[in-house]
């Protein structure tokens, strides 16, 4: 009998560790400070971390991304779960070949997750990170401060650049 977990179905699979391992991680981080917020904070409190710069400020988000409207929670719910099962579905072949690939899924996943635990929970989405960036007109919307976010919103963006990232190296790599 071979002693390889991959082909004796013995153990874990090791193509999903590094997916597990960043998924479990961040999913933690995101709901204990999320809890830390909650415990600590009223609504609209905000405790300055770096002078008005970067702020811990507690909001929920009963939006989308950056605050827009887009749909109803239940909307929001069901995007949420479509787009977790099209990311496990999509990238499940590609587990396993690059570390960027495993790292990017497991982040985007438990930003998703996050998120989605926050809008089962409270029909909103708990955000805290508070940061002041030159006033910027964009699309028409004048922008003074950055949309509050939180561990989940960053980790599905660090998640997408590192798949794009992962993704173009791949790229470059077949084509050489």
Same mark, same amino acid.
């Given at each position: 009998?071979?002693?390889?977990?991959?082909?004796?179905?013995?153990?874990?699979?090791?193509?999903?560790?590094?997916?597990?391992?960043?998924?479990?991680?961040?999913?933690?981080?995101?709901?204990?400070?999320?809890?830390?917020?909650?415990?600590?904070?009223?609504?609209?409190?905000?405790?300055?971390?770096?002078?008005?710069?970067?702020?811990?400020?507690?909001?929920?988000?009963?939006?989308?991304?950056?605050?827009?409207?887009?749909?109803?929670?239940?909307?929001?719910?069901?995007?949420?779960?479509?787009?977790?099962?099209?990311? $496990?579905?999509?990238? &499940?072949?590609?587990?396993?070949?690059?570390?960027?690939?495993? +790292?990017?899924? %497991?982040? @985007? !996943?438990?930003?998703?997750?996050?998120?989605?635990?926050?809008?089962?929970?409270?029909?909103?989405?708990?955000?805290?990170?508070?940061?002041?960036?030159?006033?910027?007109?964009?699309?028409? $919307?004048?922008?003074? &401060?950055?949309?509050?976010?939180?561990?989940?919103?960053?980790? +599905?963006?660090? %998640?997408? @650049? !590192?798949?794009?990232?992962?993704?173009?190296?791949?790229?470059?790599?077949?084509?050489?």
């Amino acid at each position: 009998m071979d002693d390889n977990p991959t082909l004796s179905g013995e153990g874990a699979h090791p193509k999903y560790v590094t997916l597990a391992i960043t998924f479990v991680l961040i999913l933690v981080l995101d709901l204990v400070t999320k809890f830390l917020v909650q415990s600590s904070l009223a609504i609209n409190d905000s405790i300055p971390i770096l002078g008005d710069t970067v702020r811990l400020t507690y909001i929920l988000n009963p939006n989308g991304a950056f605050g827009m409207s887009v749909g109803s929670n239940a909307f929001r719910i069901a995007t949420s779960v479509a787009v977790i099962a099209a990311v $496990i579905g999509f990238f &499940r072949r590609e587990l396993g070949r690059s570390l960027l690939i495993d +790292l990017s899924v %497991g982040a @985007i !996943l438990a930003g998703a997750v996050g998120n989605l635990i926050d809008r089962l929970r409270l029909g909103e989405v708990v955000d805290f990170v508070d940061v002041d960036i030159p006033d910027v007109d964009f699309i028409s $919307i004048h922008l003074d &401060r950055w949309p509050i976010f939180n561990v989940a919103d960053s980790a +599905l963006t660090a %998640g997408m @650049i !590192l798949l794009v990232a992962a993704m173009l190296i791949s790229g470059i790599k077949k084509s050489s």
